[in-house]
């Protein structure tokens, strides 16, 4: 594989200059930019990692190293040159700005409309030290945040960084880490395995719901979240979890590329509801900046009945590769993706789900929603496939395409692979445009044209939003009508 | 309250209306009769503000000020509601959502404060019972699956809770059954008082004996082609709008 060698080759010239190396420099609080062996001996050695997951992380690496980018989505952008990323503490943001005047008055727009409050405001746009005024304005005080804490404590809940998690709960991670979406999975995935420093981990023990939405922390969370995020969540048998993931606020990172890994496992009996709202900087209307979203998600349902849920509000970045899927294994398990994927201007959306069927009686359900506004290319691509086991499986698709002006595009790309002959798989698709009669309609029961096209794709999206938690379907609503401002006259 | 003067409008690049003057004052109802494609929708259209519907010469003043200046919201804000004559199907907004995001956006624009979801129910449950309109309909999506007649209740309900200074009807009583008529007649009559106006669109008589009106007009090929007091209807269903351009 030519391509292989040359990276492998390029690869080796990069770590040559650093042949002096920053490595015996471990008080340094940045790695040098670009990607090798030494960088990810540095991460390890920086997060004080047992040698088994640092050996893992270079298995990844190695293995990162044959592979190639995938292609085959249908997105377009330039080669990313991933010798030119710091993959770790990159240097402080040039200037931060003292005080929210110094801030992007776009993005304090957004903020208003959102309705999120001034000194959550001043965290989310990185002004200089608000980060711990902001930690007390949202949780009133260090000691809620405490009181939260131990109440999941109580229930024997853990919910920590991945990292604590690593140091405290090993035996965990290392049974289930990468038992999910193994570093050989893909190419971002693969990469993530060797690199990631941030991300969460979360334990239900058998038989505890947990008391309650694992949201509120994200709000802040998020205003740090990572390049290369790693996200562990187990329910043992009987456990119930809700977990939010992600942040309404628009969010401006120096960091272009995103390549998160999230691993759910789900055992007999047990439920796990995932939702995400992501609103990455998408770029400017040129289609200039912008992040890119490259994750990969899955759930594994390995026992009876479980079920896992995957609900998501995808509104920001330049480009997203997202197929978050379910893996069901045990009989009787449900798998559901719920989806609303908005792309304006120039964004490129390239995301759904795949329904693995390997045992009995399993079902799943997948709901997208796409909507496309200005030049925006939004693809709608999902797998189903029935296992040679999957008696009696069953999958519903509906997938419902919405347009807005008539120079974005909107795709839908279903494969279906069944291998079992009491399966059933239904799909549907429509497409739709938001017609001049709607919007006219609205204006003339006195809303702005802006408020109109809210309320009409709004209506689009209702069965996905009912799905999201009830205090955050109300924040995905406006962020909605946010998303695709300037879409319409 | 509205002073059209020699209103004409294309729609894509074809003349529709051909010099409409029409004059409304406070307290007034005015019914407009004609044949299909004279361009009474498209007078609808026009004074609503729809995209499309370009004036290309005239004038129309509302409250003294120069109407075609305003957005179609700014219109309904400032009082002009218009009853569809082909209401428009909103999938996966709930009728009631549809209404009192309206009503909000209206006190918004008037300085008002918004009202909450237990306020607007209350407020809501009154206008359903005068117009016997069954609840549920508040839950369903907007024109969606509504039967024709339906869909007009639909408009009346909206309208009376909007209570707009001027009401433009456009067929609101095609469709309607015999009893739904005089209900959704009683609702305009309602909101009759010397403040507010009417234009009211229709093709039958039968909806004037209910809503009667104070001057008749018949529009046909985009232009008023005769005016009279509500005897005017009579003449007309008597004896059809052939006899008025053969005289
Ligand atoms: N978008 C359009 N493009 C071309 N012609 C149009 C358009 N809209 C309306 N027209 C034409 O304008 C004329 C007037 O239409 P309009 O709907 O105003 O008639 P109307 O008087 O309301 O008729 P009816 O009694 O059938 O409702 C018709 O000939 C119609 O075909
Ligand atoms: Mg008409």
Known sequence: ?????????????????????????????????????????FISAKKEEPSWLLEWRLKAYRHWLTMIEPEWANVHYPKIDFQDIYYYSAPKQKDKPKSLDEVDPELLEVYKKLGIPLKEQEVLAGVE?????AVDAVFDSVSVATTFRERLEKEGVIFCPISEAVRDHPELVQKFMGSVVPYTDNYYAALNSAVFTDGSFCYIPKGVRCPMELSTYFRINAAQTGQFERTLIIAEEES??????????????????????????IMKDAEI???????????DENGVGGIYNFVTKRAACRGDNAKVSWTQVETGSAITWKYPSCILQGDNSVGEFYSIAIANNMQQADTGTKMIHLGKNTSSTIISKGISAGKAQNTYRGLVRMGRKAANARNHTVCDSLLIG?????????????????????????????????????????????????????GFCKEVLQKLPMEFAVEAQKLVGISLEGSVG | MLEIKDLHATVGDKEILKGINLTIKAGEI?????????GKSTLSYVLAGREGYEVTSGDVLYKGENLLDLSPDERACR????????????????SATFLKTAYNAQRKFRGESEVDAMEFL????????????????????????????EKKRNEVLQMSLLEPDLMLLDETDSGLDIDALKIAADGVNRLRSPERAGLIITHYQRLLDYIVPDFVHVLADGKIVKSGDKSLALELEEKGYAALSAA
């Open chain 1, 1 to 41: 594989m030519a391509i292989a060698r040359e990276t492998v080759e390029q690869v080796n010239s990069v770590s040559d200059k650093y042949k002096y190396g920053f490595f015996s420099d471990i008080e340094s609080d940045t790695a040098p930019i670009g990607l090798s062996e030494d960088i990810v001996r």
């Open chain 1, 129 to 133: 030290g608000a980060h711990n005024v």
């Open chain 1, 240 to 265: 119930y979890v809700s977990y939010l993931e992600g942040c309404t606020a628009p969010m401006r990172d120096e960091n272009q590329l995103h390549a998160a890994v999230v691993e759910l496992i």
């Open chain 1, 273 to 283: 509801k995932y939702s995400t709202v992501q609103n990455w900087y998408p770029g």
């Open chain 1, 406 to 458: 008539d120079k974005c595009g909107a795709h839908t790309v279903p494969y279906i692979e069944n291998q079992s002959r009491t399966a059933t798989v239904e799909h549907e698709a429509t497409t739709s445009k938001v017609s001049e009669e709607q919007l006219f309609y609205c204006q003339q029961r006195g809303l702005s044209e802006e408020e109109s096209m809210a309320l009409i794709v709004n």
């Open chain 2, 30 to 38: 005015h019914a407009v009769m004609g044949p299909n494609g004279a």
């Open chain 2, 79 to 94: 009082g002009i509601f218009l009853a569809f004559q082909y209401p428009v199907e909103i999938p996966g907004v709930a």
């Open chain 2, 122 to 149: 209350k407020l809501v449950r009154e206008k359903t019972k005068e117009l016997d309109i069954k609840d549920d309909m508040l839950k369903r999506a907007v024109n969606v699956g509504f039967s024709g007649g």
